[in-house]
């Protein structure tokens, strides 16, 4: 689910607060934003630079969310489900979200490792496609970007027994009350349910909208039969 109200730990590539333009570029433009021009993609740019060229242009034409990601798993029985989620990370390491490690979509992601993203920036006329498989973070990363949430985000880990019934809206509000009081003048711990994934992509394409239904379909795949850890890509072109 979204959680805007989260902040976005350091990476490679960082997500900072907006600015004071962004904020009211966005609010001007009721969080639509404004398109901009496509910049130049050489043969040398990797997919990981050029996602973070466009990120930083869907920040700056004032579209509301644009970390805001579709996330679709699949089950061991083969259905597919996706939901709406806030990418907090990405490098050359990959892409990373944080979530309830009993939640629906990580029982997905335990029986079958494959994923696939979706970001669509509408008024650039963009959207990322990457596909690949999952890891969990490790429990140090998840704590650190645990501890940077705000208190009541915190609280509302423990509370929430995400994905799994719900007897009553008192219910979960007895359970908050609960984790509020047992955790008052102290530090919330990181709870051993919760954590990060992160996405190790094989396929990313970048679409580009274009007159007469002509768009660009820019593409990325690793290089096959690398002697060295650095991931080569091997960047090709597809018919709209």
């Known amino acids: 689910m979204l959680l805007s109200n989260e902040p976005i730990l350091p990476t490679s590539f960082k997500f900072t607060v907006m600015t004071l333009f962004e904020k009211l570029r966005c609010l001007l433009t009721f969080g639509q934003g404004v398109a901009l021009p496509l910049p130049d ?21 004032g579209i509301l969310l644009p970390e ?21 990370e990405f490098n050359d390491d990959g892409f990373v979200f944080y979530t309830n490690y009993a939640s629906r979509k990580s029982q997905d992601l335990n029986e079958n490792n494959k994923i696939a993203l979706l970001f669509h920036w509408n008024v650039l006329q963009r959207q990322v496609r990457i596909e690949g498989r999952v890891e969990k973070v490790t429990p140090e990363q998840s ?50 349910f919760w954590g990060g994934w992160r996405i190790k992509p094989h396929y990313l ?22 002697d060295d850890k650095k991931v080569l890509w091997h960047q090709f072109k597809l018919n709209p």
């Open 41 to 61: 993609i050489s043969e040398q740019t990797t997919p990981i630079e050029l996602f973070g060229q466009w990120f930083d242009d869907a920040k700056k034409s």
């Open 68 to 88: 805001a990601m579709s996330v679709s798993s699949c089950d061991q029985n083969g259905q597919p489900s996706s939901r709406m989620v806030l990418l907090k």
């Open 143 to 192: 704590e650190q970007y645990f501890h940077s949430r705000d208190r009541g985000s915190q609280i509302g880990a423990w509370a929430s027994k995400q994905s799994s019934p719900l007897a009553s809206k008192e219910a979960l509000k007895q359970s908050e009350a609960y984790y509020t009081k047992k955790f008052a003048g102290q530090e919330v711990p990181l709870p051993e």
């Open 205 to 226: 394409e970048f679409w580009q909208g274009r007159a007469n239904r002509l768009h660009d379909r820019i593409c990325f795949e690793p290089e096959q039969n690398q």
